[in-house]
């Protein structure tokens, strides 16, 4: 589904859930010419999550081995990586990402869900085409056929309720969902891979003002350049974020390493 329109900014979740987190991590990523970015490094952990949603899709569509597919898309990709000289975090966790991986798929349970759409793109104007002040682009990993918007999610352990009701991923699928049949998805779920335990996310709850807070972060996203505000450090620039010499200096992050 594409209304895209030409001439506006496009973002998407995850674009906002960076700005979130730090403007200056969301100009490293993405506001910097693709030439002159520093390395964003790859980590196996979530490379594990995109073979899993590889092999869900496969398996579905086309009944193919789930865990061929995950193998397949993990091995192709690390190749890919090592040609690329990129730095990737926790291959010492290589092996039992794989097995966990494969697991994951073992066992789950493909009679839950019965999906009308796999994977479906979406670029649309937000927060209507009435007034549209960005392009929002998203996947959607699966809707099932009661109408509802199902996200696999890989992480190590389920989020709480307040996290799911405030997701920005989950707001704008919700919306996305609206615009694109009309009507609003039966529900929005989490579901957690690891435990195929089903999470539902309360979106409908409060929900103008989550849109409103929408448009203010995204309004303020567009005008946040060209330097953008870095965070104060915390444990995330200390032990997450990619950037965190850069942008603090070698020196001040080595201090309390």
Same mark, same amino acid.
């Given at each position: 589904?594409?209304?895209?329109?030409?001439?506006?900014?496009?973002?998407?979740?995850?674009?906002?859930?960076? *700005?979130?987190?730090?403007? %200056?991590? $969301?100009?490293?990523? $993405?506001?910097?010419?693709?030439?002159?970015?520093?390395?964003?490094?790859?980590?196996?952990?979530?490379?594990?999550?995109?073979?899993?949603?590889?092999?869900?899709?496969?398996? $579905?569509?086309?009944?193919?081995?789930?865990?061929?597919?995950?193998?397949?898309?993990?091995?192709?990709?690390?190749?890919?990586?090592?040609?690329?000289?990129?730095?990737?975090?926790?291959?010492?966790?290589?092996?039992?990402?794989?097995?966990?991986?494969?697991?994951?798929?073992?066992? *789950?349970?493909?009679?839950?869900?019965?999906?009308?759409?796999?994977?479906?793109? *979406?670029?649309?104007?937000?927060?209507?085409?009435?007034?549209?002040?960005?392009?929002?682009?998203?996947?959607?990993?699966?809707?099932?056929?009661?109408?509802?918007?199902?996200?696999?999610?890989?992480?190590?352990?389920?989020?709480?309720?307040?996290?799911?009701?405030?997701?920005?991923?989950?707001?704008?699928?919700?919306?996305?969902?609206?615009?694109?049949?009309?009507?609003?998805?039966?529900?929005?779920?989490?579901?957690?891979? %690891?435990?195929?335990?089903?999470?539902?996310?309360?979106?409908?709850?409060? $929900?103008? *003002?989550?849109?409103?807070?929408?448009?203010?972060?995204?309004?303020?996203?567009?005008?946040?350049?060209?330097?953008?505000?870095?965070?104060?450090?915390?444990?995330?620039?200390?032990?997450?974020?990619?950037?965190?010499?850069?942008?603090?200096?070698?020196?001040?992050?080595?201090?309390?390493?």
């Amino acid at each position: 589904m594409n209304k895209q329109i030409d001439g506006l900014m496009t973002v998407s979740a995850s674009k906002i859930g960076v *700005f979130r987190e730090c403007g %200056r991590m $969301y100009k490293y990523k $993405y506001v910097i010419p693709h030439s002159d970015r520093p390395e964003d490094k790859k980590n196996i952990a979530s490379l594990m999550g995109t073979a899993l949603h590889a092999a869900i899709e496969k398996k $579905y569509k086309e009944d193919k081995s789930p865990t061929g597919t995950f193998q397949h898309v993990m091995d192709t990709t690390l190749d890919e990586w090592e040609k690329q000289g990129l730095t990737i975090n926790g291959m010492e966790y290589l092996s039992r990402n794989k097995k966990l991986g494969k697991d994951i798929l073992l066992a *789950f349970p493909w009679e839950q869900f019965n999906p009308t759409e796999l994977e479906l793109a *979406f670029t649309l104007p937000f927060p209507d085409a009435n007034n549209p002040i960005v392009n929002m682009t998203g996947f959607i990993d699966l809707l099932d056929m009661d109408g509802s918007v199902v996200d696999h999610k890989s992480t190590a352990t389920a989020p709480n309720q307040d996290e799911l009701d405030n997701n920005p991923q989950f707001f704008i699928y919700y919306w996305a969902y609206q615009q694109i049949y009309g009507v609003k998805p039966w529900k929005v779920i989490w579901n957690h891979l %690891r435990t195929n335990k089903l999470y539902e996310a309360q979106i409908a709850q409060d $929900y103008n *003002f989550k849109l409103a807070q929408m448009i203010e972060d995204i309004n303020d996203l567009i005008n946040s350049g060209p330097h953008y505000a870095r965070k104060k450090m915390d444990s995330f620039c200390r032990g997450t974020c990619s950037f965190r010499k850069l942008c603090y200096g070698e020196k001040a992050i080595e201090a309390i390493e």
